[in-house]
């Protein structure tokens, strides 16, 4: 040790000063104990990322365990296997390399196939791999890439140490909050935070905050709250417990969104790949088991395949999301699934084997659209007029695909679908032309899920030339919103599936009307009952009204200018209004309670997105809950009791807040005044006699202001 420490003493010491090291200097002072990096990371240390080389052949596949075949067959086998491999994409031109043994004169067993780009490839591989050509040949396909690292694969086994477990913390923590408060998120510029709705200081309390922490402008909750997910270069990664610790990452270059299942047990991310001058904008999706990080399986291929119908966009290429999560498990407790739309099929895909259902797609001729239940593994698909075939909706039953319903639609311009959030109903809004087909219609086909044989009731408005906007279903019960008529000034009707006086279900029965509206969306609280009608497009300034339909009587108003979003809490208990970086003005959000009081307001420049955190179905029974309910005045006492203690400790830190400041602008202006007084000292030492006060050259008068607040005149009582 003493030898290294001279030698780094003769290293420090070239080009510096005569006589350094300085007196009484010794360098094992300064020198860190062996092993102690003193918590900073050595940039020397770090290791350096493998840096993978484009070899050019990523559009090659090899495929072996062909027949091996004399002169004479040669030209047929190769023929199917033209076939076979173009099936899976486009070859290039003498892209098929098949080569014989001129020694035995049979061909070798193996091909090349070159095919015109990587993605290609990819899919052909997968899709050859595992191919039965006969019963004694089975393809074996595999990337030419891939030789170079399968070459590299030792010949024994050696098992990886497994990486320490680190506990992530108690995952629901947040549920546990005694005051019972929600969580939300923002993200705005370059920063993200996690926040506590705290009503009772009308400030927002912070719980985690930081920079950079994702490359996209939002954050994705998990569907009940557990993570929080975001997105980068490499991947995607989700966070939880206390301290939003790292459970998980997920390898995906350039993932551009994530989509949790909702048991939360699976997620997949997507991205899109650019197009190439000989081929179309592709796409990768691939499906990850959220714990433990392993990858199901890998979606990929030109984007072409999937952009039909309300999943196209304008450029060609898919709409966000394609791939769609089924809202519930199988009745059998299997899935969930996975569904995407192509020409004239809907695929569906189970977890965690990532298998095609029945190893076959639905068929659906000119499917349009498709939406799962929110509660069931029951998908709805619209198919569109052609010829004389009619227009459809359908809907199937997963996992055995039974056609629970069916409804034949004429003359049909368009179709939107509006599921209720436990999948009771589903409202299907027509859109039909009139014989002229110069103009439309709109009308409403509401099937009753929960009902024998799915029955479909027809709703038309009184006004037959008014157009319905939009639908909006209450939670938790059987009552519907419709927005309808001039979207300027449009009317909002209140509907029910339940029969007012008798209880029974069936039928749609109108409740009330609200005339000339300013509004231009439908809001139900989570809870039920409370309805907010928000005009959050052009023309409309961002105009609230809260509504208590049990009362059909408007129980508060507001206005959040210019504001494009509308989220309720998970309780219905606040609701938050927000105008996104779409505008460039009047960035921020707001909240209000249930019935429009505001609460909390803030700015923020550049601001990207307000998202609460979900909360997990609740664990009482539906008696319990109304048992609750019912009784909810015993118990509120204490509630009640409660929030004027935080009340008066947030009035209390208030004044105190507010002594400090006062306190400190009084030292600062006493210091300041005894700088004066030392100052004007100094000065009438230095002049002498000629030295005058400042002050003397002014008078002070006090004079004393009547003004008159206010005037109030009433007449005096037992005067005649």
Same mark, same amino acid.
């Given at each position: 040790m003493a030898t290294t420490a001279r030698a780094l003493e003769e290293k420090l010491a070239e080009g510096q000063p005569k006589g350094f090291p300085f007196e009484d200097f010794d360098v094992m002072d300064v020198m860190l104990p062996e092993n102690d990096d003193m918590g900073i990371p050595s940039d020397d240390e770090e290791e350096e990322e493998e840096i993978q080389v484009e070899s050019g052949l990523g559009n090659i596949v090899v495929v072996d365990?062909?027949?091996?075949?004399?002169?004479?067959?040669?030209?047929?086998?190769? !023929?199917?296997?033209?076939?076979?491999?173009?099936?899976?994409?486009?070859?290039?031109?003498?892209?098929?390399?098949? $080569?014989?043994?001129? !020694?035995?004169?049979?061909?070798?067993g193996f091909a090349f196939v070159e095919y015109e780009t990587q993605e290609q490839a990819r899919a052909a591989q997968k899709a050859l791999d595992g191919y039965q050509l006969d019963k004694s040949h089975k393809f074996v396909a595999i990337l030419f890439d891939d030789f170079d690292r399968l070459k590299t694969v030792p010949e024994t086994y050696v098992e990886p140490e497994p990486r320490p477990f680190e506990a992530p913390g108690d995952? #629901?923590?947040?549920?546990?909050?005694?005051? #019972?408060?929600?969580?939300?998120?923002?993200?705005?510029?370059?920063?993200?935070?996690?926040?506590?709705?705290?009503a009772a200081k009308q400030e927002p309390e912070r719980v985690y905050e930081r920079s950079f922490w994702t490359e996209a402008p939002f954050l994705v909750w998990s569907p009940r709250g557990t993570f929080v997910a975001t997105l980068h270069r490499q991947g995607a990664a989700v966070w939880g417990g206390p301290d939003f610790r790292r459970i998980q990452r997920y390898a995906h270059a350039n993932a551009q969104q994530v989509a949790f299942s909702p048991c939360e047990r699976y997620l997949y991310t997507f991205s899109e790949i650019p197009p190439e001058p000989r081929s179309p904008p592709g796409y990768v999706l691939s499906v990850f088991e959220v714990r433990s990080g392993r990858l199901l399986r890998t979606f990929e291929g030109p984007q072409t395949e999937h952009a039909v119908g309300a999943a196209a966009r304008s450029d060609g290429g898919m709409a966000w999301p394609s791939y769609k999560w089924s809202g519930g498990l199988a009745e059998d407790g299997s899935g969930p699934f996975i569904a995407s739309m192509k020409q004239g099929a809907i695929s569906v895909y189970s977890a965690p084997d990532m298998g095609l259902l029945d190893k076959k797609s639905i068929k659906a001729?000119?499917?349009?659209?498709?939406?799962?239940?929110?509660?069931?593994?029951?998908?709805?698909?619209?198919?569109e007029e052609k010829g004389n075939l009619p227009a459809r909706v359908v809907l199937v039953q997963i996992p055995n695909k039974e056609e629970l319903r069916a409804k034949n639609l004429f003359s049909v311009a368009d179709v939107r679908m509006a599921w209720h959030p436990q999948g009771d109903y589903l409202a299907i809004r027509v859109e039909k032309w009139t014989k002229t087909r110069k103009s439309t219609t709109t009308n409403l086909e509401i099937f009753s899920m929960r009902q024998r044989n799915v029955p479909v009731d027809m709703l038309e408005l009184p006004n037959k030339t008014e157009k319905i906007l939009g639908v909006a279903w209450e939670p938790h019960g059987h009552r519907f919103a419709v927005l309808h008529g001039d979207p300027a000034r449009p009317s909002v009707s209140l509907y029910t599936?339940?029969?007012?006086?008798? #209880? !029974?279900?069936?039928?749609?029965?109108?409740?009330?009307?609200?005339?000339?509206?300013?509004?231009?969306?439908?809001?139900?609280? $989570?809870? #039920?009952?409370f309805l907010l009608l928000a005009g959050t497009k052009a023309g409309h300034n961002g105009k609230l009204e809260w509504w208590d339909v049990d009362e059909l009587a408007v129980i508060g108003a507001g206005e959040h200018f210019m504001a494009t979003e509308v989220a309720w809490d998970p309780t219905g208990r606040y609701v938050a209004t927000a105008v996104t970086a779409v505008n460039q003005m009047e960035n921020g959000y707001m909240i209000w309670s249930f019935s429009g009081q505001l609460v909390s307001k803030k700015s923020h420049d550049r601001f990207f997105q307000f998202a609460w955190r979900p909360r997990p179905p609740g664990l009482l029974p539906e008696d319990k809950q109304k048992e609750l309910a019912k009784n909810l005045k015993q118990y509120s006492k204490r509630y009640e009791e409660e929030d004027e203690k935080l009340l008066a400790a947030a009035d209390s830190e208030f004044l105190a807040e507010r002594e400090r400041m006062v306190n400190a602008w009084r030292e600062w202006r006493a210091a300041k005044d005894a700088w004066v007084a030392e100052q004007q000292k100094g000065t009438a030492a230095l002049f002498g006699s000629k030295w005058k006060d400042p002050e003397s050259e002014y008078r002070v008068e006090k004079v004393e202001v009547t003004a008159v607040v206010d005037i109030k005149e009433e007449p005096a009582k037992g005067l005649n």
């Open positions: 365990n062909l027949p091996q075949v004399p002169q004479e067959k040669y030209e047929k086998l190769t !023929a199917i296997l033209r076939k076979i491999v173009s099936a899976s994409g486009q070859v290039s031109e003498d892209g098929l390399h098949h $080569p014989m043994d001129a !020694a035995s004169g049979l061909s070798k995952l #629901g923590d947040w549920l546990s909050d005694r005051r #019972g408060r929600d969580q939300f998120c923002v993200r705005y510029s370059d920063e993200a935070e996690i926040l506590w709705n705290d001729e000119g499917v349009h659209a498709f939406e799962w239940s929110p509660s069931d593994a029951v998908l709805c698909a619209y198919q599936m339940k029969d007012p006086k008798t #209880g !029974a279900i069936g039928g749609t029965h109108h409740l009330h009307t609200m005339p000339n509206r300013n509004a231009t969306s439908l809001h139900w609280s $989570p809870a #039920g009952r």
